[in-house]
């Protein structure tokens, strides 16, 4: 029986008494206890091991290795590494998707891949502290970035597999809560473990590894080893990188949006930060990196505030644009500030301000992606094409930053990511299948 034709709802008996059993399709009210929250529970820390590494690797310590390597050389040195970053990115996301997708074992078709990307992705980071050459940082990097995103994509198939419809709200809450304060936390860990980088990425590796153990091994999915997969295809294969756009015009606004708001983020927030303070504020590489932790604390109030509150209120007005639209808007002053205010104290209030409009767009946008899904049956092939629009401008930013840099300074980065936020913003308002 296809994992689509299951029954919605059915009754069992835990040490709590009786329970309801939900799933993904069930589009009823719910109330949010037992096996599902415990679920939600574990997905803050869980997704916050798995962005701890992108907020603290690209940003911060890549960034550092790179530096070290050629100062001179460093911003298109970066722009090479993280280029090839983002290629494999692109490709490891739905591919691994698919992948788990059409997986059978008594695990479930996610906990397999998301054990055996952590492991893989751990070893290989480790791995990659230790490289002195650019083309050894390059190969590496690559390679941690596949690992990551079979372990990754997987993950976020959860919310339509397992997730009601209306507890999806609570659900992006706190995954965003969870991807945010990675983030932020990464950013601070990788500037005070700045003097040992590979220390910091053996104890990046051990806690992504840790968390999605604990994680796998607390919620347990149902077994999928009875389950027929589909006949494979090469067609089929080589359309995991294709979503119609005529055909599922809902799917590609809402892709268009996430991509164009996460590289205005990413932009700026992501691989040359460090740079941006060092060099465009004129803090230097020590300051700059002593600063970093500063411009973390300083986003997270408003970021947690909003990530916490927006997903639910989502939920409760029915509503999800117009939260993506105004935490665009707001995100792109914020990049007006750095723009106006080149000092310390600019930095500080363009953070402050841009945690606050990013928290919301992180709570509320993944709920807008699992409703404009184009089917049931494909759902981590799916999804992993709506990572690319995190991952991919996780990796593409520092390289994009990297061309503005060298070609037109980095004043120039701010109106960049300014006008991608108010383009990613109006890129929802076409969505019809949400409100």
């Not at 037109?408 to 383009?423: Q, S």
């Amino acid at each position: 029986m296809n994992i689509e034709k299951r029954v919605h709802m059915s009754k069992t008996t835990s040490p709590e008494g009786p329970e309801e059993i939900l799933d993904g399709s069930y589009t009823g009210p719910v109330t949010v206890r037992g096996r599902l929250l415990r679920l939600l529970l574990w997905l803050a820390p869980t997704y916050g091991a798995m962005y701890v590494i992108w907020g603290a690797v690209p940003g911060i310590l890549l960034a550092l290795q790179v530096e070290h390597l050629d100062p001179a050389s460093k911003v298109a040195n970066l722009a090479i590494v993280t280029t090839i970053g983002a290629v494999v990115s692109m490709l490891a996301q739905p591919v691994a998707g698919l992948l788990s997708d059409r997986t059978r074992s008594i695990f479930g078709r996610r906990a397999p891949w998301m054990i055996i990307g952590s492991v893989v992705g751990g070893a290989l980071l480790i791995l990659l502290g230790l490289q002195h050459t650019l083309a050894g940082i390059a190969v590496l990097w690559a390679a941690v970035s596949i690992a990551y995103n079979f372990a990754q994509a997987p993950m976020t198939a959860i919310m339509p597999d397992r997730i009601p419809h209306l507890a999806r709200g609570s659900f992006s809450a706190l995954s965003g809560l969870g991807t945010l304060v990675g983030i932020l936390g990464g950013q601070f860990f990788g500037a005070s473990m700045s003097a040992v980088i590979p220390l910091a990425y053996v104890i990046l590796a051990v806690l992504h590894l840790g968390m999605f153990t604990l994680f796998t091994a607390m919620n347990r999915d149902r077994s999928s080893a009875t389950l027929t997969p589909e006949p494979f295809a090469w067609r089929r294969f080589l359309l995991t990188f294709w979503v119609n756009p005529v055909r599922h015009p809902d799917f590609f606004w809402g892709f268009t949006g996430r991509f164009l708001l996460n590289l205005a983020y990413y932009l700026v927030a992501g691989g040359y930060l460090l740079y941006i303070l060092s060099d465009y504020i004129g803090l230097g590489t020590v300051a700059a990196t002593a600063m970093v932790p500063l411009v973390a604390v300083a986003s997270a109030p408003g970021g947690v505030i909003a990530t916490v509150l927006a997903g639910p209120l989502s939920d409760r007005f029915r509503r999800r644009k117009i939260f993506i639209v105004v935490s665009g808007l707001a995100f792109a002053g914020a990049m007006g500030v750095l723009l106006v205010v080149p000092t310390t104290t600019g930095v500080i209030v363009a953070f402050a301000v841009g945690g606050l409009a990013y928290g919301v767009f992180q709570s509320v946008d993944s709920v807008l992606m699992s409703e404009v899904l184009p089917s049931a049956s494909s759902f981590g092939k799916d999804l992993g094409i709506v990572n690319m629009a995190i991952t991919l401008p996780q990796s593409v930013a520092p390289a994009l930053a990297g061309v503005i840099v060298l070609i037109a300074g980095y004043v120039w980065l701010f109106p960049a990511a300014m006008a991608l936020c108010v383009l990613g913003a109006l890129a929802v308002l076409p969505i019809r299948s949400v409100r």
